[in-house]
């Protein structure tokens, strides 16, 4: 199940589950998403994007919805496997000017054997 | 070849010592940043360079000084830090400023005493 914790929300699936992993994000000039996985001790590594033109896009296991209408976007992962455990971020940019990279919260997946 | 490699991998100084990180991507990437992440929350910018230029400086206090020395090198001066300073500083890389997926290195784990 999902839970929040003091600092990071955290889901726990077991092994072979599907995961669903959510974020809102605040800005509506917001047009570009990518989803990071950072394990622990590591740097975070990039996992799949999409442009605000689509509403979904998979990659190998992954999926990425995105819904402009309520400003939310989701991780899909078939089949989830112990690797799969990480923090999983989502980021946002804006495709102008100097804007930035802003980060989500962050959600920690634990998979269970 | 997405790699984007830092050293020292760990570095522990006091708060009068002077060090280096140091950060390299070979990928012909023209925009290069510089991150701070504590435990548990998601990487905030420190700098960005757009091509060897610092364009960004998100109000981090002197003691750390950035340089780029050409476009593949990116380093981060430290003096005289404080302990709230330990972090994982993280750098990455994009083809171009800001609206490009970022590539980040696995990072420096950093205490200070």
């Known amino acids: 199940g999902e839970s929040v914790g003091l600092h990071l929300p955290t889901l726990s699936v077991q092994e072979g589950d599907n995961s669903i992993i959510n974020c809102a994000y605040s800005n509506s000039a917001s047009d570009y998403f990518i989803w990071y996985k950072q394990e622990s001790g590591k740097g975070p590594q990039f996992i799949i994007d999409?442009?605000?033109?689509?509403d979904k896009r998979q990659g190998q296991r992954v999926t990425v919805l995105l819904n402009k209408t309520v400003k939310h976007l989701s991780l899909q992962i078939a089949a989830t496997q112990p690797g799969d455990s990480a923090v999983y971020f989502c980021?946002?940019?804006?495709?102008?000017?100097?804007?930035?990279?802003?980060f989500g919260k962050g959600t920690m997946l634990l998979v269970s054997p | 070849d997405t790699e984007v490699t830092q050293t020292p991998k760990h570095l522990v100084m006091g708060m009068t010592n002077k060090k280096s990180l140091k950060c390299e991507q070979h990928m012909g990437h023209r925009a290069m940043y510089w991150y701070k992440q504590k435990a548990k929350k998601p990487p905030e910018l420190m700098f960005v360079?757009?091509?060897?230029?610092?364009?960004i400086n998100e109000s981090v206090p002197s003691r750390f000084s950035p340089e780029c020395p050409n476009s593949s090198l990116l380093n981060l001066h430290l003096h005289a830090l404080q302990p709230e300073d330990s972090a994982l500083y993280l750098c990455?890389?994009?083809?171009?400023?800001?609206?490009?997926?970022?590539?980040f290195g696995p990072g420096t784990r950093l205490l200070v005493l």
């Open positions: 360079y757009s091509y060897e230029k610092l364009s």
């Open positions: 980021a946002e940019i804006v495709n102008s000017g100097y804007s930035t990279l802003t």
């Open positions: 990455a890389s994009s083809l171009v400023p800001h609206q490009e997926t970022q590539y």
């Open positions: 999409i442009r605000s033109n689509m």
